[in-house]
């Protein structure tokens, strides 16, 4: 079972008891102000909270978020969070195998800082061809991707190649073609 994050266990306070403030949150987390503050902080940032005088409340964009299930994208510096030098594809990558399902939104959401361009269509290809490979599956309900197991085979982004029409697992060297299919 996954550990449940900080941001999770903020966003969910939230959800169900509406608008807190940063020591009632700390409170009722048991954690520190600066660490409540730091990921309302990010929350605030992805547009899924709005805060005003130290009280914390839900966006649209949150609640929507909520109700769909999605990762929530905040970490802890030092665990990952940043990104330089690391491909779109590759912060991405990392995010899938850490979520249980996910959205071309939710990865936006967590991967962007804003200076990628076409960033939401170069993920939708990505997610597709991945997709097609049979690196993702899809939920029956929403929709929504999830890596397949056996798929999760190491830290490195499988490679999308186009022109072949396959997809390269970078940690193992296989290559998978795009099966028509899967579309």
């Known amino acids: 079972m996954a550990k449940v994050t900080l941001a999770e266990r903020i966003m969910t306070i939230l959800a169900t008891d509406g608008p807190q403030f940063t020591r009632q949150l700390a409170a009722t987390l048991e954690a520190k102000n600066d660490s409540i503050s730091e990921v309302c902080s990010c929350l605030r940032k992805k547009g899924l909270i709005h805060s005003e005088d130290g009280l914390h409340g839900l966006t649209r964009a949150g609640k929507a978020f909520m109700e769909s299930g999605g990762f929530v994208p905040c970490q802890r510096k030092g665990r990952g969070a940043a990104s330089a030098g690391r491909t779109l594809r590759q912060r991405a990558w990392s995010v899938m195998r850490m979520a249980d399902h996910f959205t ?46 056996e798929a999760n085979t190491g830290p490195l982004a499988p490679a999308y190649n186009r022109a072949e029409k396959c997809v390269t697992d970078r940690n193992t060297g296989k290559t998978y073609p795009l099966e028509a299919a899967h579309a």
């Open 104 to 149: 071309v939104d939710n990865l936006m959401q967590t991967v962007c800082d804003g200076d990628e361009g076409n960033a939401g269509e170069n993920l939708r290809n990505y997610c597709r061809a991945l997709f097609r490979a049979g690196i993702l599956g899809r939920t029956a309900r929403t929709r929504a991707y999830f890596l397949r197991d």
